[in-house]
């Protein structure tokens, strides 16, 4: 099933969007902010670079009309390999979205990294963390 947002090809395609860092997102965000994504995604004919995230975030790229061809998936084992492929991806300038899924997230030196690396390649950048858990800790 392929979804269109039609509203965000004519509102956030214009040239004049400005940069943005997302870097304090949950998980629940990502539907959401499906319509900026798509709009950043099909502006240019770069890479969409997906580190961490699972399939359902592959699809929903892909049902928003970002080919699967374009997209570049890196898994990573663990959060610290997340981070690192998160800021290559940033520095090498050759995405036109990096989507981040680091879950727990913790260091602030880590997200003032990931967010001047996405200043310095004008890269847009979206990173989404695990929400804290909701259930009793007893």
């Known amino acids: 099933m392929r979804y269109n947002y039609p509203h965000a090809s004519h509102e956030l395609a214009d040239n004049t969007l400005p940069h943005h860092d997302d870097s304090n997102l949950s998980n ?7 319509p900026r994504i798509q709009s950043l995604a099909l502006r240019t004919k770069q890479w969409v670079t997906v580190i961490g995230g699972n399939r359902d975030a592959i699809q929903q790229l892909v049902n928003a009309g970002v080919s699967r061809a374009r997209i570049r998936w890196v898994a990573g084992r663990d959060a610290d390999q997340r981070e690192w492929a998160t800021e290559q991806a940033l520095l090498a300038a050759t995405s036109s979205v990096v989507l981040s899924f680091l879950g727990d997230f913790s260091s602030p030196r880590v997200a003032q990294r990931l967010k001047m690396a996405s200043k310095v390649s004008a890269t847009h950048s979206f990173i989404f963390h695990e929400q ?5 800790l007893h």
């Open 28 to 34: 629940d965000d990502f539907a959401s902010l499906m």
């Open 132 to 136: 804290p858990s909701q259930s009793p």
